[in-house]
């Protein structure tokens, strides 16, 4: 058993370097497209949700990551190689997102530098700050101000930030859906400009789609009672609920983006803390990553355990609309009722 890691390994170090020898490595350079089909790779669910609705039929869309899977986890199979090389386009969230051995094997199977597409750099992604949730409000002076409906406000980009890491779950502020998806279609176009006119058209119709989202959340998460809007959940995931509608997210079992890092026995006891003094009734299994370390803390708290808030990834059949409206009336409902 202990061998299987190390052997899936070298198995996807030899898928790279057989990909590389026949071509598929970035020094190849990308075929040229001339009219055809073009097939694009998605990382995750969620992005190929994003990809899927503004390349409709025009484009031959594979997505690496199953539906339900923890992307935080996943480990690339060897023939995720040879999507990878055989794609004219891959979108990817980024923002350190995606596991490292899945950037590598992006990085190392792509056609080109210029078919990978980084989607987070362009939602404008509010900042993660480490050891605790002081600042996850994206209005500041230094930039990151919020978004309204009318457009993009005004940003200083990344620059000043020094610590930390950027939120890669931008998903849950639909306004930023918006940016992700313009930035979909703007490189779409790019690559396969005979076509322009159906991404754009698809594009837009996305974003009138998204546009009412907004204020459903924002409805939703309104009816909560103000001294009921905090809640304790898995890991770091929620931030931009907290930034855009007001929620408080007081801690998170696992400190960290990252929902498979283990904590420690007085990381733990502080959770227990957070929600002893701040009287929280409620805590949130995330579904893609259950906690082993819930159990303990509803033990030690009495605290009502929720399960089934999915914040990854889609279900089968699922949108990107019915993800978010589902995911924020599990919350509602559970916070509205805490008695």
């Not at 899936?8 to 990308?30: E, H, N, Q």
């Not at 009318?150 to 998903?171: K, V």
């Not at 006119?197 to 939703?220: F, R, W």
């Not at 906690?291 to 999915?310: D, P, Q, R």
Request: proline content about 5%.
């Amino acid at each position: 058993m202990k061998n299987k890691p190390i052997f899936k390994f070298g198995v996807l170090a030899l898928s790279i370097v057989l990909i590389a020898c026949s071509g598929g490595s970035t020094d190849a350079g990308c075929p040229e497209i001339d009219g055809r089909e073009i097939n694009v790779v998605a990382t995750t669910p969620m992005i190929g949700e994003f990809v899927g609705q503004v390349g409709g039929e025009n484009i031959n869309l594979t997505i690496l990551m199953p539906l339900e899977a923890d992307p935080h986890t996943y480990e690339p199979a060897p023939q995720d190689a040879g999507k990878i090389a055989d794609a004219d386009l891959v979108f990817y969230t980024g923002l350190m997102y995606e596991p490292a051995a899945l950037i590598e094997l992006l990085e190392n199977s792509a056609c080109g530098a210029e078919a990978l597409a980084e989607v987070g750099e362009s939602v404008f992604p509010i900042e993660f700050k480490e050891g605790g949730h002081d600042d996850h409000d994206d209005h500041d002076e230094e930039g990151h101000d919020d978004h309204d409906e009318e457009g993009h406000d005004d940003h200083d980009g990344h620059e000043g930030h020094g610590h930390g890491a950027y939120d890669p779950h931008f998903w849950f502020d639909p306004n930023r859906v918006v940016y992700a998806a313009e930035f979909i279609e703007s490189k779409l176009v790019e690559f396969d400009s005979s076509n322009a006119a159906n991404y754009e058209a698809a594009g837009d119709a996305y974003t009138k789609e998204l546009s009412g989202l907004t204020g459903q959340v924002s409805q939703l998460i309104g009816s909560i009672p103000s001294q009921n809007r905090k809640l304790i959940t898995t890991h770091e995931s929620l931030g931009y609920l907290e930034a855009k509608f007001g929620l408080e997210v007081l801690s998170t079992i696992i400190p960290d983006l990252d929902s498979s890092n283990e904590i420690t026995p007085s990381q733990l006891v502080g959770v227990i803390d957070v929600i002893e003094d701040n009287n929280v009734k409620v805590i949130f299994i995330e579904a893609e990553a259950p906690s082993v370390y819930a159990e303990t803390i509803v033990a030690e708290t009495g605290i009502k355990a929720v399960e089934g808030l999915w914040v990854e990834t889609l279900k089968p059949g699922q949108t990107y609309p019915e993800f978010l409206i589902a995911a924020v009336e599990l919350i509602v409902e559970n916070l509205s009722n805490t008695d």
